[in-house]
């Protein structure tokens, strides 16, 4: 069974930064398309950034390019989400999502997902 767990989320006040964890077990990691989601009460679950199996391929929601990095490290089953100049509308609740891919599948096609981190930033 795939279990991601999520790590580093907290409280920081707008502009600093944060580094989201995701550490990944039950799944041959290195040939999944890791992915950031998130979701804050009332809205729409937004896409935040994803990367495929070779990391060939990077992909970031127009709301946090330039602002936001994701990494992954396959010896370490885990992906990362360096997240720096933060705005009071990047707080939510952020997941880490997984998928067997060659590239970077569609939002919908995830089936793992982890439980999530918070990540407040105040106004």
């Known amino acids: 069974q795939v279990q991601l767990v999520e790590s580093g989320g907290g409280l920081v006040q707008a502009g600093g930064s944060l580094r989201l964890s995701c550490a990944a077990s039950g799944l041959l990691f290195s040939r999944y398309a890791m992915a950031w989601f998130r979701q804050s009460p009332g809205k729409e679950r937004e896409f935040v950034a994803a990367?495929?199996?070779?990391?060939?391929?990077?992909s970031y929601g127009d709301s946090v390019k330039d602002r936001f990095t994701i990494s992954r490290d396959d010896a370490k089953n885990s992906v990362y989400l360096q997240m720096n100049s933060l705005k009071p509308e990047d707080t939510a609740v952020y997941y880490c999502?997984?998928?067997?891919?060659?590239?970077?599948?569609?939002?919908?096609?995830?089936?793992?997902w982890g439980q999530g981190t918070q990540v407040t930033v105040p106004s």
């Open positions: 990367i495929s199996w070779s990391s060939g391929h990077i």
């Open positions: 999502a997984a998928e067997i891919s060659w590239g970077i599948p569609q939002e919908e096609q995830y089936t793992n």
